[in-house]
């Protein structure tokens, strides 16, 4: 086994043979800062973060191939980044192709590194190899520090060029490199970094590589924080973390592994008593939120075990049988597979193609959980009470939904009474607004554009649905109507090609009330319509927080630094006129014409999209603040009181 536990099998060192002459160059850098998006996936901040993903994959590749054990990570004052290893260090000697040193190759050349066939690299995330020399293109300026044959080597650029040629500066005892960068900010819409989402990725990777130890800090001034991540016990310990605030149905994370030739594949899982899935999967420690074969090869082999024990145990009667859905009912799971010509789709790596690494994950679950299910009968009875149960309910539910059906059919109609819809039949340009009470409703069905915009009133607190079934959702009168006017359906029985309109906007007063309306609404689309959200349809609008009146003039703000704005803008420069501020009125005590000015109209509204970019950490927030437990929801919102002047999930 490697000495960094990666599981890989037995790696020979290769530290006397990584030079330059592994360094291989396929093409050019040219399009890099004209289409950024196709090598970051974007410029906004899901694209900056990714710069730094890049230089830290590298890293990860060292530690794979057994030379690194810590990686650090540094936002710096100015937002400047800094990554150092242990490794080997970046080559620094010539590469024949081109007749430049190595390190100026891999910074300066796309598709240039150890990665092709060179011999530097067995297994790596880094599959395209243009993760340094893209970052240095998107750089206002990037400076690589290599330690390595008892040298410190330098070289500098600037938005991919070079300004300064490679230079020993120094003597060193120690291996490895060090990477400095800025972002550019005419390339990036924001260059502010998250120290969360650096620290939430870089635990992760500590998860995936047993042993590693990874640190990240931020030094800048007001913001200082550390931490540091290692973990003996990898994605078993990365299972338990994710389930810290749900309830085990049992105790031990189901561990198995296994590889063959130069791949490998472990696999752990742990049920609890929730009704949701949660299956997270990593090829070469690359996360692929949209899965691919290691995932079908996981669910393929999940259904079929369970069917297969199901029966031999009895609790599966004559033709019963479970779905794949109802086997994966409350699961916890964390693939991770390694190999050595990984295909991924596009170099934000979100689907993994290999077909081979099926049959292997498909192979190795089948083995081993069975034989787990068989040396394990309390824990394997539990799983297929909770697949059964799951299986009953969803046969309820679709007697509920057929019962809908018909229902509908009989009445003549197939939306809710409530809804007051537009004119317009393109789904791409109309709007819903669901709106909190009648009241609310019908000034908003008094004010919106009727072209295009349907207005969809809900009255009372409706189903929590992070503690329901979907049989409980089905006939559900608060939640029914949603269904049907958006319709789409539930579960996976969703489509998003029959929705009938592109913007679901939610609209809640600005209070406490109004935030939890809007945070059940946004729980149930979660969990029952989840590629609504991840398509980029939810939105919420935002009322006005203040109403400003200097005689006849009125001004609304949204926020408190607006509203001092706004008021020392209408005294104008006397600075003795008065100016009236009131805290603003609930929806439903607005006229239709001053809903519409502040909340409806598109020229004049605010309104935020919900978004998608982290699959984990939204489950997280909607199973503390939803969930049956309450110390993880009082820590949540003592943790983030100060953050409660107009919060939005």
């Not at 890989?8 to 093409?27: C, F, K, N, P």
């Not at 410190?152 to 120094?170: H, K, L, N, P, S």
């Not at 008593?273 to 690359?286: G, V």
């Not at 489950?619 to 309450?630: I, P, Q, R, Y």
Request: hydrophobic share 35%; charged share 30%; net charge negative.
């Amino acid at each position: 086994m490697a000495d960094n536990n990666t599981g890989i099998g037995e790696i020979e060192r290769q530290a006397a043979d990584y030079d330059a002459s592994q360094i291989q160059v396929l093409e050019g850098l040219e399009a890099v800062r004209r289409r950024p998006g196709m090598y970051i996936g974007s410029t906004s901040a899901s694209g900056l973060h990714h710069l730094v993903y890049e230089i830290v994959d590298n890293a990860i590749d060292e530690a794979l191939a057994g030379f690194c054990t810590e990686i650090s990570v540094l936002i710096k004052p100015d937002d400047v980044i800094e990554v150092r290893d242990n490794g080997r260090g970046i080559p620094v000697d010539i590469q024949e192709q081109t007749g430049k040193s190595a390190l100026d190759v891999v910074f300066t050349v796309l598709h240039a590194g150890g990665k092709f066939g060179g011999g530097g690299y067995k297994v790596s995330g880094g599959l395209h190899g243009v993760g340094a020399s893209v970052v240095n293109a998107l750089s206002e300026w990037l400076t690589a520090r290599v330690h390595k044959d008892g040298k410190i080597y330098e070289m500098r650029f600037a938005r991919g060029d070079v300004t300064q040629e490679i230079t020993v500066v120094g003597d060193t005892s120690k291996t490895g490199t060090e990477i400095f960068f800025k972002p550019d900010a005419n390339i990036f819409e924001e260059t502010v970094f998250n120290y969360e989402t650096l620290k939430t990725r870089m635990r992760e990777q500590a998860f995936l590589n047993a042993g590693l130890r990874i640190s990240t800090e931020d030094t800048r001034p007001g913001q200082e924080t550390r931490d540091e991540f290692t973990y003996e016990g990898g994605i078993r310990e990365f299972v338990t973390y994710i389930n810290r605030n749900k309830t085990p149905l049992h105790e031990k994370v189901i561990y198995v592994s296994g590889e063959r030739e130069d791949s490998m594949a472990e696999i752990a899982m742990q049920y609890n008593d929730s009704y949701n899935e949660l299956l997270l999967s990593f090829a070469n420690n690359i996360h692929t939120p949209e899965g691919g074969m290691h995932e079908t090869g996981f669910r393929t082999a999940l259904t079929r075990v369970l069917n297969d024990y199901g029966k031999k145990s009895g609790a599966l009667k004559g033709e019963e049988k479970l779905s794949g859905e109802d086997c994966r009912e409350g699961i916890t799971a964390v693939i991770s597979v390694k190999l050595t010509e990984a295909q991924f789709e596009g170099q934000t790596k979100a689907k993994l193609g290999n077909s081979e690494i099926r049959t292997l994950v498909d192979n190795i679950l089948s083995e081993k959980l069975t034989i787990f299910l068989e040396e394990n009968p309390a824990v394997a009875r539990a799983i297929i009470d909770k697949a059964v149960t799951a299986s009953k309910a969803r046969e309820a539910a679709r007697r509920a939904r057929e019962s809908v059906r018909r229902k509908n059919a009989l009445e003549g109609m197939s939306l809710p009474g409530k809804l007051t819809d537009c004119n317009e039949s393109d789904p791409k340009l109309t709007e819903i607004y669901i709106v909190e009470g009648d009241s609310a409703g019908g000034s908003a069905k008094g004010g919106r554009d009727s072209r295009f915009q349907a207005i969809l009133p809900l009255w009372g607190k409706m189903l929590n649905v992070e503690k329901a079934r979907a049989d409980k959702v089905y006939g559900n009168e608060k939640l029914t109507p949603v269904i049907t006017a958006l319709g789409a359906g539930i579960g996976e029985d969703f489509d998003a090609e029959k929705l009938r309109y592109h913007k679901v906007i939610i609209m809640a007063d600005a209070d406490v009330d109004g935030s939890h309306i809007r945070t059940l609404l946004l729980t149930f689309f979660y969990r029952f319509m989840r590629p609504l959200v991840e398509g980029g349809y939810v939105y919420a609008a935002q009322p006005p927080l203040f109403k400003l009146t200097r005689g006849r003039a009125t001004r609304y703000a949204f926020s408190d630094a607006e509203r001092d704005v706004i008021s020392s803008e209408m005294r104008g420069e006397d600075g003795r006129g008065k100016v009236e501020i009131s805290r603003h009125k609930g929806l439903g005590e607005m006229d239709p014409d001053e809903l519409w000015e502040t909340t409806m109209n598109p020229e004049t509204r605010i309104l935020k999209r919900i978004e998608l970019d982290d699959a984990l950490r939204a489950d997280e927030v909607f199973t503390v603040l939803m969930g049956e437990k309450v110390e993880p929801r009082r820590e949540f919102i003592e943790r983030n009181a100060k953050y409660a002047v107009n919060v939005d999930v």
